[in-house]
Nanobody, 124 residues
Framework: VQLQAFGGGLVQAGGSLRLSCAAS????????MGWFRQAPGKEREFVAD????????YYGDSVKGRFTISIDSAKSTAYLQMNNLKPEDTAVYYC??????????????????WGQGTLVTVSS
């Protein structure tokens, strides 16, 4: 399974970006896709996850109300719409896939596949 994340870039505080994560290779009947981020010198942080059906979503406290995760199962692609961005959102954003029908939660170690990351920089 290959995950490719893209859509990162430089944006001013208060702006928006939309990240995409396309999965290819082996397909799964049920899975969760998650977004994580890692800023320099910090641990990888859970951002959001979503079930394969799109019916269940969870968000980290720092992004609730500003970020929205969605999925197009037909395209095996997850999205992260980021609004009202803040300088503290600056990080490399990673997408991940857990090949399970049960939610694995916010621990990175529970995910089976990872994308290469895309850099989001928010200027003040």
């Amino acid at each position: 399974v290959q995950l490719q994340a893209f859509g990162g870039g430089l944006v001013q505080a208060g702006g928006s970006l939309r990240l995409s994560c396309a999965a290819s290779g082996r397909t799964f009947s049920s899975y969760y896709m998650g977004w994580f981020r890692q800023a320099p010198g910090k641990e990888r942080e859970f951002v959001a996850d979503i079930s394969w059906s799109g019916g269940t979503t969870y968000y980290g406290d720092s992004v609730k109300g500003r970020f929205t995760i969605s999925i197009d199962s037909a395209k095996s692609t997850a999205y992260l719409q980021m609004n009202n961005l803040k300088p503290e959102d600056t990080a490399v954003y990673y997408c991940a896939l857990a090949a399970t029908r049960l939610r694995v939660g916010p621990l990175p170690s529970r995910y089976d596949y990872w994308g290469q990351g895309t850099l989001v920089t928010v200027s003040s």
